[in-house]
């Protein structure tokens, strides 16, 4: 027996699952609940605090475009500040009274007879709802190394989503395993408090200037006043990143010279941040400009002609428990070890994070294994009815996340409506429309820069482990918007239960 009944529960209070609650207040849906794991919203933004954490596209497209602030402070915005938007935005459309926090989803289960699903969380209690939106996001869970003694190590240990900001890392022997996108925020920070910092490189990184300065009160003033200026800004900033994304990574094998132009802007910025050549060669990734998400900053190479800054690519051994010793059998002592290590994202573990069970019990990652990675739209998967997921396979249209957000959480709304509308308990999309989207997204993949040869070695999430770009779109997000307003509802199949 359930203990609450809901007509929708969302899984997770970050962005999408924030953005899912007020499309249905939008479509008149208020019996609706958000089972959030930790004591407050705002997912990755609530969870990343690390030294330099910060947002890697313009400010102005990292918003609602429903609500958008006008007072922005930074360029890029920084990790707290949009901590305070995504909680202004919680209070301006009343959905934190739909949220039951230190609730963790454990398990979910389609009621083939009910058309209902049962959400259990971990404290053993068990939510019934018609409908089953999994907003999981994607930073959501950590990746740690699969390294020997890392788990033995006696110093202290941080993976940067659960940073220690109680621990001080002045005067202290540090070392970072990872050189990613949190990496390259983090590692110019403490560069500056420790001792000695060893940066463990496994695959280099591309890294290309990032035009960040505070913006002028003046041009607060002028968006607030003029929302237009405001909408002009987010666009042309949007437009340049979709041309970017769309034309050099999506359509790479139509335009490959508009990724090789950005790779020279990017050899530059190295070339001026770094003098030594050796070390240069050390930094410069020898795959493609695009083949695994770039980075941005002013500082990073620069951060290893640092005295107290060392660059490792030999190859990590073993965690020892005061230090870490690489193939060359050469031991650094450390006092810290920072995982910089990432996120887990399409893994059997990871998407939705949870067992999910569909009709014939079938678990929702299992599916996966059996039929590779697919969802219709990039939310759907048939034989699992009355659920939404964010994201799923296929819908990386755009390097913003709350663009692709927007567009998921309308298909769902759309959905979700039509079956209200109808009388309906139960919205499975068919299997022949799935089909077909999957045949389109897979012949798009052709044409991207992911499965070119030049992508080798480059150790990109982007692939999965059948070495396809199942996370990408090749689409616009133009086109992903267009179609979540227009897909033909009668690719869902609806009864009444």
């Not at 999506?250 to 770094?274: C, D, M, S, Y």
């Not at 769902?412 to 045949?439: K, L, N």
């Amino acid at each position: 027996m359930a203990d609450d009944v809901h007509e929708v529960v969302i899984v997770g209070a970050g962005f999408a699952g924030i953005c899912a609650a007020i499309r249905l207040k939008d479509a008149g849906i208020e019996d609706f609940v958000l089972l959030e794991r930790a004591d407050d919203v705002g997912g990755t933004w609530r969870d990343n605090r690390y030294p330099g954490v910060a947002v890697d596209i313009p400010s102005v497209t990292y918003q609602f475009s429903f609500e958008q602030k006008s007072d922005w402070r930074w360029v890029f915005a920084r990790g707290a500040e949009v901590k305070d938007y995504v909680d202004d935005v919680v209070n301006r459309y009343g959905i934190r009274d739909h949220v039951r926090f230190r609730a963790e989803v454990i398990d979910a289960e389609f009621d083939e007879d009910a058309h209902r699903w049962r959400v259990t969380t971990a404290d053993g209690r068990t939510r019934s709802a018609r409908f089953l939106i999994s907003a999981h996001g994607v930073f959501s869970q950590a990746k740690y190394p699969d390294i020997e003694g890392v788990k033995n190590f006696a110093g202290k240990t941080i993976h940067t989503l659960h940073w220690d900001h109680d621990h001080d890392l002045t005067g202290e022997r540090v070392a970072v395993i990872g050189t990613g996108a949190t990496s390259v925020q983090l590692v110019p920070e403490i560069a500056k408090q420790v001792e000695r910092l060893d940066v463990y490189q496994r695959t280099p990184i591309w890294v290309v200037p990032r035009p960040d300065v505070r913006v002028p009160p003046a041009v607060r003033r002028l968006f607030g006043a003029l929302p237009p200026a405001r909408w002009a800004a987010r666009a042309a900033v949007s437009a340049g990143i979709e041309i970017a994304m769309l034309a050099g990574v999506t359509n790479h094998t139509r335009l490959p010279f508009l990724v090789k132009g950005i790779r020279r802007l990017a050899e530059r910025h190295l070339e001026r941040q770094v003098p030594d050549p050796e070390l240069r060669r050390r930094l410069r990734p020898q795959y493609e400009f695009g083949c695994k998400r770039p980075a941005l900053s002013n500082d990073y190479w620069r951060s290893f002609t640092r005295d107290n800054v060392d660059l490792v690519t030999e190859k990590i051994q073993r965690v020892l428990p005061h230090g870490i010793e690489t193939v060359d059998g050469q031991v650094r002592e450390i006092d810290t070890l920072i995982l910089a290590t990432g996120f887990k994202f399409l893994e059997y573990d990871s998407v939705p994070g949870y067992p999910l069970r569909g009709e014939g019990g079938v678990d929702l990652r299992d599916w996966w294994v059996d039929n590779r990675y697919q969802a219709y739209e990039g939310i759907s998967v048939t034989g699992f009815p009355n659920l939404f997921l964010i994201p799923a396979p296929h819908f990386a249209t755009s390097w913003s996340w709350l663009v692709m957000v927007e567009s998921q959480t309308r298909h769902a709304q759309r959905v979700i409506s039509h079956a209200r509308r109808s009388g309906a308990t139960y919205a499975g999309v068919r299997p022949d429309a799935q089909r077909r989207f999957y045949r389109e997204m897979d012949t798009g993949h052709e044409k991207t820069l992911f499965l070119n040869p030049s992508c080798a070695g480059s150790n990109t999430y982007y692939l999965d482990r059948d070495g396809r770009p199942s996370i990408v779109r090749p689409q616009s997000s133009v086109t992903a918007r267009w179609r979540a307003n227009r897909f033909p509802l009668d690719d869902y199949e609806l009864r009444a239960g």
